[in-house]
């Protein structure tokens, strides 16, 4: 293109997309009687560089190794892992696959750093979470009546999981999730534990679920088969 002859003349390029390239302009000045002076200028062009980092499964089940993925674009030149796990990492743009040992109890955050020479740093963070095994409610009982104090009562029993710390019980009063009523947490005791709910309608039909927590907050989400049974409802003659 004809540029002005006006010195300190601006003019914008662009713009320019390459992976990684040195583009040349040359500017040709001309005047009758004197010869052509011209100049030249390269300019590198760095394409930015990205990277995504992501788990294979999450949460994973409790006490087991997270299975990381990533890939990068733009060519960098280096990757390096930071947070819970080190080391320098696969650069390459097809999906690199990575198998995090030791096996994890508690949440997790997984870095990925890529760097290439003129271009901004490239991070991608991925936090794993930790899910706990599913307890069940092994068995649910009217309460055995002895005396009146056992009206409106209902034995649960459940098992419990590696690695909780706690668990809650909910009902209602229809098979309907999610539960509303938080009968209360407890600590358990392995394999098993039983609490008796009392304050029940006696005569009517109450479903459970249990929850399963640890001390970092995992959850194991409530138990898939929901129990019921009747409440006492017991008179004296």
């Not at 690199?96 to 030791?102: A, F, G, Q, R, Y």
Request: proline share 7%.
């Amino acid at each position: 293109d004809s540029k002005s002859a006006i010195g300190g003349t601006n003019n914008q390029i662009g713009p320019l997309y390459s992976i990684q390239s040195v583009v040349k302009f040359t500017i040709t000045c001309s005047k009758a009687g004197v010869p052509d002076v011209s100049s030249i200028l390269e300019v590198t062009v760095i394409s930015p560089i990205s990277v995504y980092l992501e788990a294979a499964v999450n949460p994973v089940p409790y006490n087991t190794s997270p299975i990381l993925n990533w890939s990068t674009r733009g060519n960098p030149t280096s990757c390096d892992a930071s947070g819970d796990w080190t080391g320098s990492k696969s650069k390459s743009s097809a999906t690199s696959t990575e198998t995090i040992t030791p096996s994890i109890t508690v949440p997790k955050a997984y870095t990925i750093t890529c760097t290439k020479s003129k271009a901004d740093p490239a991070v991608s963070t991925v936090n794993v979470g930790v899910q706990l095994a599913q307890p069940t409610i092994s068995s649910i009982t009217t309460k055995a009546w002895t005396s009146v104090n056992d009206n409106g009562k209902i034995d649960v029993t459940m098992t419990t999981v590696t690695g909780a710390t706690s668990y809650k019980l909910y009902r209602n009063t229809s098979d309907t999730s999610p539960y509303p009523t938080l009968v209360g947490t407890y600590a358990g005791s392995s394999p098993s534990f039983t609490i008796t709910d009392s304050g029940l309608t006696g005569g009517t039909t109450y479903f459970y679920q249990v929850e399963a927590l640890n001390a970092t907050g995992a959850t194991s989400g409530f138990s898939t088969r929901p129990k019921s049974a009747v409440a006492s409802d017991c008179r004296l003659p």
